[in-house]
């Protein structure tokens, strides 16, 4: 009989060397341990023996038992622990590694180019305006004096919004000049950056772009204001104060009159030919360079907004804004400010 113990545990300590996870360590004890176990046929079988024998022999039964439930419970622990190890090998990190340091983005040019407008505007006492980018086709034309006929409101310059009756992904900020003198009575003084949009796309004209309106209305504004604001803004943003404006007629339905505004060209400071007489690429050797379109606000405008066009007088103007800050950063193409690559971006 206790050959047959030590036979059993001979067994039992094999069977767990082998047994590599903690199913399998089950298994054994069951082999042995369970119900229909070895060891308990061994226990069942010390019933034959005399007083004596069932002494000794249970004895050393009951010391194998305790001996294989030691080892068992060592070899549970043992298979955690490679586990483990195996689990700490494959997650291994060197924590003293530098880290990845994260790229930061960069303020792009066109804001910082507002931001700096904005500076110039508010020493001249100018406030901020914003106002919405799908708008009402009655602020974006009805209101601006623009007929239902007028080209502009044609399918091929306008975004018309889908399933949005007259609504419109605005063409011009100066839809804003009629907010703002909903809400405001002068006198006034404000200037309106934001995205426009349009059906436009080459190398100077994109579906969105950037306008900048200026308004300033009160009982005695004429356009001698407006040069004197205009000239100071562009020799202040172009940086140079030799810097002269013209005024040339044009038309737009909401001022009378209406004109463009162009300004000497900062490369060749208004001469066509660089110092070195290679004429100037940037203004086509003319000297002058297309700003804003401009004038002085129609009365038809200044009633729609409930202002008697008899007491109050005002001008307003338009820049396309991209197209300054090409000129000032001699920049060749418009589709650069719209691919965000930060190569560009970190030159500003
Ligand atoms: C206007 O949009 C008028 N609202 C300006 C105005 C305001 C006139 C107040 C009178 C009083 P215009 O369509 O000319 O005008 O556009 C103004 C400027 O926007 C242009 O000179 C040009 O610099 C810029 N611009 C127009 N279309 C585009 C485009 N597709 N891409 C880039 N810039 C553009």
């Not at 767990?16 to 341990?33: H, W």
């Not at 909903?182 to 059906?199: L, M, N």
């Not at 001698?224 to 562009?234: C, G």
Request: aromatic share 8%; charged share 30%.
């Amino acid at each position: 009989m206790e050959s047959q113990i030590q036979k059993l545990k001979s067994g039992m300590l094999a069977d767990l060397k082998v047994a590599t996870s903690e199913v399998e360590i089950k298994e054994v004890e069951v082999k042995y341990f369970g119900r229909q176990g070895l060891f308990g046929d061994i226990m069942k079988s010390l019933k034959d023996l005399s007083a004596e024998e069932k002494q000794t022999v249970g004895k050393a039964a009951n010391m194998t038992k305790k001996e294989l439930e030691g080892a068992t419970g060592k070899r549970y622990a043992e298979v955690e622990h490679e586990k483990l190890s195996a689990i700490a090998e494959e997650e291994w990190m060197d924590v003293t590694v530098p880290g990845k340091k994260p790229s930061v983005g960069h303020r792009h040019l066109i804001s910082k180019f507002i931001d700096d407008i904005e500076q110039v505007f508010a020493k001249m006492g100018f406030e901020m305006a914003e106002g919405p980018e799908i708008e009402k086709e009655y602020y974006n034309f009805d209101q601006l004096n623009i007929p239902e006929t007028h080209p502009a409101r044609d399918m091929h310059d306008t975004f018309w919004v889908k399933n949005l009756e007259k609504y419109v992904l605005r063409t011009h900020t100066s839809p804003v000049q009629i907010h703002y003198m909903e809400d405001h009575k002068p006198p006034i003084r404000v200037i309106a950056p934001g995205k426009t949009f349009r059906k436009d796309s080459d190398a100077t004209h994109s579906p969105m772009f950037h306008q900048l309106e200026g308004l300033m209305v009160d009982t005695d504004i004429s356009m001698a204001n407006l040069k004197a604001v205009l000239t100071q803004a562009l020799q202040q943003i172009f940086e140079d104060d030799s810097i002269k404006t013209r005024f040339r007629v044009s038309y737009f339905p909401f001022v009378e009159p209406g004109m463009e505004i162009d300004c000497t060209c900062p490369i060749c400071k208004g001469n066509g030919k660089l110092g070195d007489g290679v004429p100037c690429r940037l203004c086509k050797q003319c000297g002058w360079l297309e700003i804003a379109g401009a004038g002085m606000v129609h009365p038809k405008v200044l009633k729609n907004v409930g202002l008697d066009p008899e007491k109050y007088t005002g001008f307003a103007f338009g820049m396309g804004l991209d197209r300054m800050i090409m000129i000032k950063y001699r920049i060749n193409h418009l589709r650069l400010f719209f691919e965000n690559d930060l190569r560009f971006i970190q030159q500003f």
